[in-house]
Every structure is written in structure tokens, then in C-alpha cells.
């Protein structure tokens, strides 16, 4: 959701321009590079690029459920990700919550690009006993496939 509207809401991308410059909103909308650079480096201008987005991400995605829902054939079960989901409050506006983790060391290698995000994160320990669902992600793709039906069948039985 927040790469859509980065890539094509008009007023985001406005925002962004008049916050940071035009040199950050390229051909395909805001130049996702570019803005990290400025916003992982400047609490402050993160603070105010979630304050920009959050809301916007929040509307999209009940809209999103909503179609979802009024449509012919509605599924039993939708999911959404949400990478900050118990930092913003988020999890009250669903009806379960899935946490999917690994450890640092594989978290690592499947992220090319490293920065200090995940200081802001709430650490994973804390995350499982929220959810309501855990799983570490240190296995197989089967093993992880195997989870995912799991709690399917559970959600929707």
C-alpha cells in the first residue's frame, strides 16, 4: 500500500516534493531510495512521513476490505501485512494477528540493504506474545507453507 501511494497518489507525492525537494519524486513517483536516505537519517522527517502516509495506508486498506467484501464471491479470510503493526496500534483493526519472524542472523541475509529500522521495532519476544499466532521463519519453505495452511484452516473452519 504505502509503495502504491508513493508511486501514484498525486498529493503524496506533492507533499513529498514541497517537504524534500523535487529530486525525489521521479518518472514512477516518489524515488523510494532517495527518501530513505533522508528519512532513516532524521527522526523528525520519519515522524512526518508516517504522519503523511499512516492515515492515507489505513484508508486504503479498509477501503481494499470493504470491496473485498461487497464482492460476488467474498473469501473467507483476508490477509494484510502491516510491518509496524503494534507500533501504530494497528492490531485493533483486525480480528487476528499472525507474527512470522526469524532470527536476526537470517533476517540479515534476506535483507540486502541494512539500516536502523528495526531499532524502532518492538522486539520480536514481545511480538509473539501479542499475536495470536507465532511462527519463526529458520526452516524450509514447507515447513512455513505448512504453518500458513495451519492457521487458514484454523481462521476459517
Known amino acids: ?3 502504491r501511494l508513493l508511486r501514484g497518489d498525486t498529493e503524496v507525492r506533492r507533499e513529498l516534493a514541497e517537504r524534500f525537494g523535487p529530486e525525489v519524486i521521479g518518472a514512477d513517483g516518489a524515488d523510494r531510495t532517495k ?6 537519517n532524521d527522526e523528525d522527517e520519519l515522524d512526518w512521513l508516517e504522519e503523511l ?7 486504503v486498506t479498509l477501503d481494499w476490505r470493504a470491496d473485498v467484501e461487497r464482492g460476488p464471491a ?4 483476508t490477509v494484510t501485512e502491516v510491518p509496524l503493526l ?3 496500534g494497528a492490531e485493533q483493526r483486525f480480528d487476528a494477528v499472525v507474527v512470522i519472524t526469524a532470527p536476526e542472523h537470517l ?3 534476506r535483507r540486502p540493504v541494512q539500516d536502523e529500522r528495526e531499532q524502532r521495532l518492538l522486539p520480536d519476544a514481545e511480538k509473539v ?13 514447507e515447513e512455513l ?3 500458513v495452511a495451519d492457521v487458514v484452516a484454523r481462521l476459517t473452519a
Do not use: C, S, W
Not at 35 to 40: E, Q, R, W
Not at 54 to 59: A, Y
Open 1 to 3: 500500500m504505502v509503495h
Open 35 to 40: 527518501l530513505a536516505k533522508i528519512v532513516f
Open 53 to 59: 502516509l499512516h492515515p492515507r495506508v489505513v484508508q
Open 74 to 77: 467474498p473469501p473467507a479470510l
Open 86 to 88: 503494534y507500533e501504530t
Open 107 to 109: 533476517r540479515r541475509e
Open 129 to 141: 506474545k501479542l499475536a495470536d499466532y507465532a511462527y519463526v521463519n529458520d526452516g524450509t519453505l
Open 145 to 147: 507453507d505448512a504453518f
